[in-house]
């Protein structure tokens, strides 16, 4: 398992199209991957878990992956997460 911890960059933060998007990326790897935003814990695999964290821009979060593809997981949602879709 391999976590870092990243400050959100993208000016929308992880809502509506950004988040649809970081989601949609995530189940494209077989891996397990989580995002912690505070104390709370959401399958990085689930839009509606992932819009409930209300991450903003600035916020810093914690992506952790586990699994056989957790590096090539981490590297793309590190880059969305730095970044707008659209």
Known sequence: MISKE???????????????YFVQK???FECGIWLESGSRKMNA??????MSLGIVTGATV???????DQDAAMEALEALLMRDVY
């Open 6 to 20: 990243i400050v959100v960059r993208c000016e929308s933060g992880l809502h509506n199209n950004q988040a649809t």
């Open 26 to 28: 995530a189940n494209e």
């Open 45 to 50: 695999k689930s839009l509606l878990g992932i």
């Open 62 to 68: 914690i992506l952790c992956a586990e699994g056989k």
